[in-house]
């Protein structure tokens, strides 16, 4: 009578010890599994990335600021206006780009407030949705690629102030199709009207005679003043 109880207790043995087993298995696996995981770098990435966003919430987006000659202008964006503030000779910027070049895509309208007697280089290029323009008081010369690549635009009716035109400062205005051009403008550099594939008129406040007795750069002929008539008078304004 004591072989079968053996066997009942042999058997209860087993039982128990391929529990043990499997637990001391599952802990095993479990702990491999664990130190095996990918939790610590993830936490560091979080953390990496956490750092990435506050640094560049941090650093937020300049809309102001002043240059030229012992920083005389200013400028200052809001709203889709850029406002450029000063009197006399806007002198340029330390770089290739006007400071507010970041915000070129943003541009929709500039004020030019004061009297100052040029627009330097570059000032808006590349604003391609700028639509509105108010010249300043005084102003003798739109310097090169002044507006180059403002796409947009549609016409151009430059003061009657301005004598000279610096090389490309329209060129890339896809969507001029007229521009107003003033007796006194005298000197029209190189390529003022290149890349403006819409533009067909261009009016002019004197007669044929005064056109032909200005200068305008050997460039023009092929980029823009054969594609375009030129209607003179003395009589608009």
Not at 58 to 80: C, I, R, Y
Not at 93 to 118: C, E, K, T
Not at 145 to 152: D, H, K, L, W, Y
Not at 199 to 208: K, M, N, S
């Amino acid at each position: 009578c004591l072989f079968p109880a053996f066997a009942t207790e042999t058997e209860a043995s087993t039982e128990n010890a391929t529990a043990e087993s499997t637990e001391e298995t599952t802990v095993e696996t479990t702990e491999e599994s664990t130190e095996g995981s990918t939790e610590e770098p993830t936490e560091e990435s979080t953390e990496e990335t956490t750092e990435e966003t506050t640094e560049a919430t941090e650093k937020p987006q300049v809309t102001s600021g002043v240059f030229g000659t012992a920083d005389l202008f200013m400028w200052q964006f809001s709203g889709g206006t850029l406002t450029v503030s000063g009197n006399g000779h806007m002198a340029g910027w330390s770089s290739d780009m006007p400071p507010w070049y970041h915000l070129r895509d943003q541009i929709y309208a500039v004020v030019f407030a004061g009297n100052m007697n040029n627009i330097y280089s570059r000032a808006l290029l590349g604003c391609s949705n700028l639509t509105s323009i108010a010249w300043p008081a005084g102003l003798t010369i739109i310097y090169d690629q002044a507006f180059s690549g403002c796409s947009v635009l549609t016409s151009m009716d430059i003061p009657s102030s301005v004598v000279s035109i610096g090389a490309g400062a329209f060129s890339d205005c896809s969507g001029l199709t007229e521009a107003i051009l003033r007796r006194n403008a005298v000197t029209i550099g190189d390529g003022v009207f290149s890349g403006c594939s819409k533009l067909r008129d261009i009016y002019y406040d004197a007669a044929e005679g005064t056109w032909n007795h200005i200068w305008v750069d050997s460039g023009n002929q092929s980029s823009w003043l054969n594609n375009v008539k030129i209607h003179f008078s003395e009589l608009w304004i």
